[in-house]
């Protein structure tokens, strides 16, 4: 029910948009947020937008990364700039019905989720 997309392969400095497209269910109640797990690494919280657009980040992405969302599209994105080889990873989106900011940084409080997309950022 959730599809991410628009990982790829950029050097450092680049930028990259990811995609997560809903389907069969409408999710403009939900949050929905990306992580990303790094090889032999736990997945972590990278961001997470509410049904009112209030934004969460990981405090060391501020200011790269920008996630934002269309429930007209069902699709949340995941503006990524100034890469750098530390975000190489394999990136999911997920949906939370929690009503809780602060939770939302919890892999555990999501109930959907995508499959991976990799994101590879080379020096």
């Known amino acids: 029910q959730l599809q991410a997309s628009g990982g790829g392969s950029v050097q450092a400095g680049g930028s990259l948009r990811l995609f997560c497209a809903a389907s069969g269910r409408t999710f403009s109640r939900y949050a929905l947020a990306w992580f990303r797990q790094a090889p032999g690494k736990e997945r972590e919280f990278v961001a997470a937008?509410?049904?009112?657009?209030?934004?969460y980040y990981k405090d060391s992405l501020k200011g790269r990364f920008t996630i934002s969302r269309d429930n007209a599209k069902n699709t949340v994105y995941l503006q990524m700039n100034s890469l750098k080889p530390e975000d190489t990873a394999v990136y999911y989106c997920?949906?939370?019905?929690?009503?809780?900011?602060?939770?939302?940084?919890?892999?555990?409080?999501?109930?959907?989720w995508s499959q991976g997309t990799q994101v590879t950022v080379s020096s």
């Open positions: 937008i509410r049904w009112n657009r209030s934004t």
């Open positions: 997920g949906a939370s019905s929690s009503p809780f900011g602060s939770a939302l940084t919890q892999s555990r409080r999501y109930d959907y």
